[in-house]
Structure formats: structure tokens, C-alpha cells
T-cell receptor
Framework: DGGITQSPKYLFRKEGQNVTLSCEQN?????MYWYRQDPGQGLRLIYY???????QKGDIAEGYSVSREKKESFPLTVTSAQKNPTAFYLC??????????FGNGTRLTVT | GENVEQHPSTLSVQEGDSAVIKCTYS??????FPWYKQELGKRPQLIID?????GEKKDQRIAVTLNKTAKHFSLHITETQPEDSAVYFC?????????????FGKGTKLSVKP
């Protein structure tokens, strides 16, 4: 979906380093989300934000942080406290009771 | 909060056969149920959705049915084709725990053999 841009597509980091994943949307959606995807685990919610300058923890927020300073931007920082950071990360946005629109994802590999 | 169970985890069918994937949910307040298709290495894409005031919805070869009393909904794909091979996710809204966010099932890997 051209409305949500995630960058970069692939990201490699050394263990112990913080890394920030970018997510930008031009759909004018209020709500934005970060999901983590591991094989056989489905989509697990990390953080979500329903309005600018406000965000809430999802099911697996430990070791992650976010900010929502602008409506169109919702960056995710994977900190060194995240025990198993290697995964596929998906950003999404939506209006209430409407479908989620996903970005193309960022595949993070930490060695 | 909402809990969504999805079955089966893998499904293999012959081209032309039908495929059915089933999901159950726990939050009786859930009112929106989308289905997503995810091809390998790509983002999930919405293929069909249904709201709680409707029992069935159809779009060409794809249909979704909803049983609110039993709290389950199903995806039906008829006349399957090799390009239907992908992972399919169901989801339901969670009003008990996360303000109407979508909670996903763990996915069904569908393989359509030519």
C-alpha cells in the first residue's frame, strides 16, 4: 500500500545496539500500530497510538519504545533490552472499525 | 481481552477444491472481523471482512460466514488456484482490553497443489 512507507526494508545490527524503524503514512489515519511477526506466531501487537502525543503498550512492549510527535509518523526503537529482536516488523494504520493498512515491513536481523 | 483461535494451522488442497479456515473469538462485544492474505515476504492484505450485523458476505470465490451466538467465523475459498497459496490470518476487534484494536489468529498456511 503506497499510503504507508516503512524503511529500511532490511536492517542489520549488532547485539547491544539500539535501532529505530521508520513508519510514515499519508492516509490521514489517527491510529497507528506496530506488529512483530515471527514464524508460526501470527501478528503480535507491540505498541499502538490512537492520537498524536499518546501511545499505549501492546502485548509484547518490553524492550521497545515509540513516539508519536506527528500524525503521519510513528517510529519504533528496538532497544538492547529486547531479548530476541530478530523478526519481521510491520507498521499499520486505520480508522476505527475499518481495515488495517499495512506497510511493506522491515526485516531486522541482530547478530 | 480478546482471544482469537484459528484452525487449521496448515491446509493442503488440490487445485479446484474448496478450502475452509475457521476462527473462534472470545469477546462478545467484537463487531468487526477481517481476513488477511499474506504472501511470502510481503505485507498482509485485506481480502474480505464482515461486520456483526451480517451473517455472510461473498466476493467472487471468497466468502466469510459469521455465527455470533457461537462466536466463530469462517473463510471459504472455492475453486482454489495455485495463486491462492499463502498464509491467511483472521482477526477480531478487542473491546475488553485494547480499545477496539484487532487481535489476530496465528495464521493458516494454505497450499494449493496444481
Amino acid at each position: 500500500d503506497g499510503g504507508i512507507t516503512q524503511s529500511p526494508k532490511y536492517l542489520f545490527r549488532k547485539e547491544g545496539q539500539n535501532v529505530t524503524l521508520s513508519c510514515e503514512q499519508n492516509l490521514n489515519h489517527d491510529a497507528m500500530y506496530w506488529y512483530r511477526q515471527d514464524p508460526g506466531q501470527g501478528l503480535r501487537l507491540i505498541y499502538y497510538s490512537q492520537i498524536v502525543n499518546d501511545f499505549q503498550k501492546g502485548d509484547i512492549a518490553e524492550g521497545y519504545s515509540v513516539s508519536r510527535e506527528k500524525k503521519e509518523s510513528f517510529p519504533l526503537t528496538v532497544t538492547s533490552a529486547q531479548k530476541n529482536p530478530t523478526a519481521f516488523y510491520l507498521c499499520a494504520s486505520r480508522e476505527v472499525n475499518s481495515p488495517l493498512h499495512f506497510g511493506n515491513g522491515t526485516r531486522l536481523t541482530v547478530t | 481481552g480478546e482471544n482469537v483461535e484459528q484452525h487449521p494451522s496448515t491446509l493442503s488442497v488440490q487445485e479446484g477444491d474448496s478450502a475452509v479456515i475457521k476462527c473462534t473469538y472470545s469477546d462478545s462485544a467484537s463487531n468487526y472481523f477481517p481476513w488477511y492474505k499474506q504472501e511470502l515476504g510481503k505485507r498482509p492484505q485485506l481480502i474480505i471482512d464482515i461486520r456483526s450485523n451480517v451473517g455472510e458476505k461473498k466476493d467472487q470465490r471468497i466468502a466469510v460466514t459469521l455465527n455470533k451466538t457461537a462466536k466463530h467465523f469462517s473463510l471459504h475459498i472455492t475453486e482454489t488456484q495455485p495463486e491462492d497459496s499463502a498464509v491467511y490470518f483472521c482477526a477480531a476487534t478487542d473491546y475488553g482490553g485494547s480499545q477496539g484494536n484487532l487481535i489476530f489468529g496465528k495464521g493458516t498456511k494454505l497450499s494449493v497443489k496444481p
